[in-house]
């Protein structure tokens, strides 16, 4: 992977105990309505616990800034008020606790504008720069079209519009609903100062979404740009915590995940590998231990294949064995290898995280 720092070094930009510009923040965005506070409570609770650090809320409207008041107060992740247009509804958001806004400065009036920069230095938060290719002035859509250039201007223009207010606390993200388009344009901003988030908008369902986002993300942070992320999934918020978190793995910028890794299958299987990997995500899905696990088809070429694998079960005739980076540890009957083979890996998660 490139150097972090391919672009230009970043501002450090802070969002309540989170600094932007150091590492790869993952966020997720609730999507119960904002004033219905214990259900929002409840699912940043969720987040939380998936291993989110950081969560945004949605404020179409006055109710939904005051509720902020609560949820801010209560949430366990610092909170981003995501706002369009309504420059009052941005100001109430820095005054009720928000670490951090995000507007299209060009979509606001000038004079609301100063007003919510004034708000964001006095609460001392900063200010996303969200633009989509779905909400381009006219003026830029009549010289570029819908176009990654036209999207990077529009992020230009409105990072200068907060500068000229002498703001520097400043994150930028330009998004697309098409990968190409979305890789472009933040390639195009790359050299800016200031920490980017990235994501395809808009991405699709859990499945189709993430393949949209691990494609765009993926090319983005292989190149070392993007410093927070969001894989945009129509579905539970939680599973755009895991997504983000098998991209950032599979990109090799997070290493402190058990990866579980999976033979394909084939003529020679001997055990229920689909299943047994299934439940072995599942199990370590919200862990942060650097582990690797193998789960493979067959004893005769799965110990091999795995043998990278801190802990892997190959299947048998009736048996399975059960074997730590190549070395067979043990080979038990179909029944009762699974079990055991989990109480393994539970026994060494549990050891590194002391270790830790
Ligand atoms: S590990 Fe065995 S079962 Fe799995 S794909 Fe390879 S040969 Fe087939």
């Given amino acids: 992977m490139k150097e972090k720092g391919f672009a230009m070094k970043k501002r450090i930009v802070r969002v309540g105990p989170l600094a932007l510009g150091e590492g790869v923040i993952i966020q ?41 008041k609560v949820i801010c107060k209560k949430s366990p992740l610092p909170v981003v008020a995501d706002i369009h247009y309504d420059w009052r509804l941005a100001v109430r958001a820095a005054e009720n606790g928000a670490a951090k ?17 004034a708000a964001c230095k006095r609460a001392d938060i900063p200010i996303r720069v969200g633009v989509n290719s779905g909400s381009l002035p006219e003026r830029l859509l ?14 230009r223009e409105s990072v200068k519009l ?11 993200s330009a998004k697309s609903s098409d990968v190409a388009g979305t890789v472009a344009a ?82 020679r299987t001997e055990c229920d590998v689909v ?19 193998a789960v493979m088809g067959c ?22 064995v059960i074997f730590r980076q190549g070395e067979v540890l043990c080979t038990l009957p179909q029944a009762e290898a699974e079990a055991a083979f989990l109480k393994i890996l539970e026994e060494m998660c549990e050891e590194r995280r002391e270790r830790k």
Avoid: W
């Avoid at 990654?148 to 992020?155: G, I, N």
């Avoid at 980017?196 to 808009?202: A, K, R, S």
């Avoid at 990997?277 to 690797?292: C, D, I, N, S, Y």
């Avoid at 004893?299 to 399975?320: H, T, W």
């Fill in 299 to 320: 004893a005769v070429n799965g110990i091999g294949e795995g043998k990278e694998a801190d802990l892997g079960i190959a299947g048998g005739k009736g048996k399975c």
């Fill in 186 to 267: 933040n390639r195009m901003l790359a050299d800016l100062p200031y920490p980017l988030h990235i994501g395809v908008t808009e991405a699709g369902t859990v499945r189709s979404g993430l393949i949209k986002s691990a494609a765009g993300l993926g090319a983005l942070l292989l190149d070392g740009i993007g410093d927070t992320i969001r894989v945009s999934l129509s579905g539970d918020p939680v599973e755009e915590v895991y997504a983000a978190r098998q991209i950032l793995r599979a990109v090799g910028v997070d290493k402190s995940f058990v990866e579980v890794i999976a033979c394909p299958t084939c003529a």
């Fill in 101 to 117: 806004i995000r507007i299209n400065p060009g979509n606001m009036e000038p004079e609301g504008l100063k007003k919510v920069v």
């Fill in 275 to 293: 299943g047994l990997a299934e439940r072995v995500e599942r199990l370590t899905a919200g862990l942060t231990v650097p582990l690797k696990v």
């Fill in 162 to 172: 907060l500068e000229d207010l002498d703001f520097d606390q400043i994150v930028v």
């Fill in 28 to 68: 997720s965005m609730t999507n119960v309505r904002t004033e219905r506070t214990e259900e929002v409570l409840a699912q940043i609770g969720r987040l939380a616990e998936a291993g989110c650090p950081l969560v945004r809320v949605s404020v179409p409207d006055l109710p939904s800034a005051e509720a902020l």
């Fill in 142 to 155: 009549a010289e570029y079209g819908r176009t990654p250039e036209a999207l990077a201007r529009c992020a």
